[in-house]
């Protein structure tokens, strides 16, 4: 089990008051590194330009890259530039890339990419919803690239909908894209209709949903499309939001709900990946609730 990460990822900054901040890292760091004293901590490196450029369009690289702020500039409501961020997701980027590399030449089994800014907002040509690059899809297609891979699956269970991800696969078929969240909240999409090329898979749940009904929308319905696909690779966007604690959503979810997912992930990548898996921090507001969380969603990747 490896862990990527850069300090680089601190020093995107959002200001005052905005819930992605970099307290939200060190306290996914603190806690992982008193839960795990002897998990295998990894640097992530920069992603390039041509491997970003596999998933965005040059105007994009161009706005998160080429002319970096000198002050918190917003790219809309939500999202902020400052003189850190290009640097941040670069790294962000690049974590996922070098987690495919372990995994796929048997490094490491499992890989969990402790990074910010998150990614799974945004799309071709867009950064948005605190998010600068898709750092899951960047990852899903350096692994059809470089790797051959076939069929990846991509499991969401952010409290928010994975538009980006959506949007840049919805006519992917070696890309199946799973995810429960709340209906409806921000980004206003991922209705069980948004079906893609058959590769899409959307399960919202209302406000106030639970443990129970969590755990039904997974059993019944993601779980077993991702199983039929039989995936040569697994991937996880982590968003930890959908806990009961957390300030931005109204789902009911506790870290043990988070251990459960995870580890009926596991035991998909054990029967078809060979294992295979490598998980993406997304969101997770509430510094105690994403620091249980994350140290239940790494213990069920442990193991």
Not at 41 to 49: H, V
Not at 134 to 161: K, M, P, S
Not at 216 to 222: G, T
Request: one cysteine or more; a negative charge; glycine letters at 8%.
């Amino acid at each position: 089990m490896q862990v990527y990460t850069h300090p680089a990822c601190l020093a995107h900054e959002t200001g005052p008051g905005h819930p992605e901040r970099p307290g939200r890292l060190n306290s996914v760091l603190r806690a992982l590194e008193n839960a795990h004293p002897t998990i295998d901590w990894q640097q992530a490196p920069r992603a390039s330009r041509g491997q970003l450029l596999r998933v965005h369009s040059e105007q994009q690289l161009e706005q998160v890259l080429e002319h970096p702020p000198v002050e918190l500039t917003l790219l809309d409501a939500d999202t902020v530039l400052s003189p850190g961020s290009a640097e941040a997701a670069l790294h962000a980027a690049g974590a996922g890339i070098a987690a495919v590399n372990a995994v796929m030449t048997q490094r490491t089994e499992r890989a969990f990419c402790a990074v910010r800014p998150p990614g799974h907002h945004a799309t071709q040509n867009r950064a948005m919803g605190f998010c600068l690059f898709n750092n899951i899809a960047i990852a899903a297609c350096h692994a059809i690239d470089v790797y051959g891979l076939e069929r990846i699956a991509i499991a969401d269970f952010d409290v928010h909908h994975g538009n980006g991800t959506q949007a840049i696969f919805e006519h992917e078929p070696r890309v199946l894209f799973a995810s429960s969240h709340q209906w409806q909240l921000f980004p206003d999409s991922g209705a069980r209709s948004e079906t893609g090329c058959g590769n899409i898979f959307n399960d919202p749940l209302p406000e106030g949903s639970g443990s129970t009904v969590f755990r039904a929308s997974w059993s019944e319905r993601l779980l077993p499309a991702i199983r039929a696909f039989k995936p040569q690779l697994l991937l996880i966007s982590a968003g930890f939001d959908a806990h009961a604690r957390d300030p931005l959503a109204g789902l009911k979810l506790e870290a043990n709900d988070y251990y459960w997912i995870t580890r009926q992930l596991c035991e998909i990548a054990d029967i078809y990946c060979s294992g295979r898996i490598i998980s993406m921090l997304e969101g997770g507001y509430d510094l105690v609730a994403l620091a249980e969380s994350s140290v239940a969603h790494v213990d069920a990747l442990c193991i």
